[in-house]
């Protein structure tokens, strides 16, 4: 039961950076194809790669705190194990 929150964890962030990569996408075409003086193709070009970028480094963050969890579960299984012999 315990290993079902965090599969399930790691199915939404994948869900998470899907959808957040689509709206940073948008974004950014939205910007380039606007004519207001704050927009521009530049603009757009440059939010579409650091919101990019910013999504990849926040999932990166999240699942690497998943792998630190899961390697800690590993290891106290392993230990436990030592122990008992």
């Given amino acids: ?3 079902f929150f965090i599969v399930w964890a790691e199915k939404l962030i994948t869900v998470f950076v899907v959808v ?5 996408g948008g974004a950014g075409l939205f910007m ?15 939010a579409m790669l650091f919101g990019a970028l910013y999504v ?3 999932a990166g963050v999240m699942f690497v705190a998943f792998g630190i969890y899961r390697n800690t579960l590993e290891t106290n299984r392993l ?7």
């Fill in 20 to 24: 957040a990569l689509i709206a940073v």
């Fill in 32 to 46: 380039m194809l606007s004519n207001t003086p704050e927009g521009g193709f530049f603009m757009g070009l440059m």
């Fill in 56 to 58: 990849v480094i926040v």
């Fill in 1 to 3: 039961m315990q290993d």
């Fill in 79 to 85: 230990l436990a194990e030592l122990l008992r012999r």
